[in-house]
T-cell receptor, first 116, second 111 residues
Framework: SQTIHQWPATLVQPVGSPLSLECTVE??????LYWYRQAAGRGLQLLFY??????ISSEVPQNLSASRPQDRQFILSSKKLLLSDSGFYLC???????????????FGPGTRLTVL | EDQVTQSPEALRLQEGESSSLNCSYT??????LFWYRQDPGKGPEFLFT???AGEEKEKERLKATLTKKESFLHITAPKPEDSATYLC????????????FGQGTELSVKP
């Protein structure tokens, strides 16, 4: 079965500091990978998605960047955090649409980021 | 523009009191509608996918239905462990695998 991991689980960082959040998936190959941010209002905002190694699409221009150095590894980064970067960050994976009707996304446990 | 609206924002029920959550959507070509459950501080957990109007799916006390404009999540005789935020999302044919989420309904079931 497939498993998705995220770390750290919680993070408190000062404004202006760098950020690196990691997501890894086990039990599947060539997954689509996604980064979301969820603010206090509960809605999920798609930040980045990737359909393969080195292929990153950005949905919202902002202070963050993403990279996919390996097939099942997705990293969310920032050079200098802003107060507005605080939130709950979720990674998700899916198998892709190849031949399928829909593409179900499965979420990781999330990282709670607080920027002070 | 593709859009998903969930109502109510919050719902408080007594144990055993059945009710429904609504998800209204506007999308140019629906590939699928998804329901997720999210417990506080955790990632969303997949519940159902609905593909076409008239379709229904059930899991324990939950039943999801779909029309051309909205989906309902019916909760029959809820228990306190059903308390969570329920998220609805749509996937459109012209958007690949991307999901557009509603804001969610926070359900609280009191014993």
């Amino acid at each position: 079965s497939q498993t998705i991991h995220q770390w750290p689980a919680t993070l408190v960082q000062p404004v202006g500091s760098p950020l690196s959040l990691e997501c890894t998936v086990e039990g599947t190959s060539n997954p689509n990978l996604y980064w979301y941010r969820q603010a206090a209002g509960r809605g999920l905002q798609l930040l980045f998605y990737s359909v393969g190694i080195g292929q990153i699409s950005s949905e919202v221009p902002q202070n963050l960047s993403a990279s996919r150095p390996q097939d099942r590894q997705f990293i969310l980064s920032s050079k200098k955090l802003l107060l507005s970067d605080s939130g709950f960050y979720l990674c998700a994976w899916s198998q892709g649409l190849a031949g399928g009707v829909t593409d179900t996304q499965y979420f990781g446990p999330g990282t709670r980021l607080t920027v002070l | 523009e593709d859009q998903v609206t969930q109502s109510p924002e919050a719902l408080r029920l007594q144990e055993g009191e059945s009710s429904s959550l609504n998800c209204s959507y506007t999308v140019s070509g629906l590939r699928g509608l998804f329901w997720y459950r999210q417990d506080p501080g955790k990632g969303p957990e997949f519940l159902f996918t609905l593909y076409s109007a008239g379709e229904e799916k059930e899991k324990e006390r939950l039943k999801a239905t779909l029309t051309k404009k909205e989906s309902f999540l019916h909760i029959t005789a809820p228990k306190p462990e059903d308390s969570a935020t329920y998220l609805c999302a749509v996937q459109a044919y012209n958007q690949g695998g991307k999901l557009i989420f509603g804001q969610g309904t926070e359900l609280s079931v009191k014993p």
